[in-house]
T-cell receptor, first 113, second 111 residues
């Protein structure tokens, strides 16, 4: 186990709704990255937060937004849900300071109907 | 544009055999190459990683071979066990940036 936790485990939403996913990073880690993993695919980078500031963003529309809190936990918000947003959403933490080693949580399985 | 290409898509190996998964990358700025193991319903777990200044790294039954000139790297699992059955992802990154993943290889080790 990595010490990275995510909630909820599973979530079912309707198209057009909004969703908030949560992540608690491993103790001592100050960088959080979010990834989307579609079925049968590798994780795709959404964005990264370092010390509460967005530190990079992948090719995802603005309806994907995030926050990082002073305790380095993080939220991923998705507005106007689309069917293609159905995926496993993974949070990974790293640090302290600059580090390549990212440790993933178990993910949140989002289903959009 | 897929910056990290992984093959094969799936692999069946007998218990005790050697599993080999290959990856090729395009971006010569990449400077860190990890492999992740993912079981169904779980997040990816960091298995082993290498930097381009070495050609091989071994940890237990897992070995990464790295060919900088060919822009290729591979994972070798020696003495494969049924418990190794999982999906394996190669990835690459640079300057402590984000991970770019391959599409994954489903490994099945038959008893």
């Amino acid at each position: 186990e990595t010490g990275v936790t995510q909630s909820p485990t599973h979530l079912i939403k309707t198209r057009g709704q909004q969703v908030t996913l949560r992540c608690s990073s491993q103790s001592g880690h100050n960088t959080v990255s979010w990834y989307q993993q579609a079925l049968g695919q590798g994780p795709q980078f959404i964005f990264q937060y370092y010390r509460e500031e967005e530190n990079g963003r992948g090719n995802f529309p603005p309806r994907f937004s995030g926050l990082q809190f002073p305790n380095y936990s993080s939220e991923l918000n998705v507005n106007a849900l689309e069917l293609d947003d159905s995926a496993l959403y993974l949070c990974a933490s790293s640090g302290p300071g600059v580090s390549n080693e990212q440790y993933f949580g178990p993910g949140t399985r989002l289903t959009v109907t | 544009q897929q910056q990290v290409k992984q093959s094969p898509q799936s692999l069946i190996v007998q218990k005790g055999g050697i599993s080999i998964i290959n990856c090729a990358y395009e971006n010569t700025a990449f400077d860190y190459f990890p492999w992740y193991q993912q079981f169904p319903g779980k997040g990816p777990a960091l298995l082993i990683a290498i930097r381009p200044d070495v050609s091989e790294k071994k940890e237990g039954r897992f070995t990464i071979s790295f060919n900088k000139s060919a822009k290729q790297f591979s994972l070798h699992i020696m003495d494969s066990q049924p418990g190794d059955s999982a999906t394996y992802f190669c990835a690459a990154t640079f300057l402590y940036s984000t991970l770019t993943f391959g599409k994954g290889t489903m490994l099945l080790v038959s008893p």
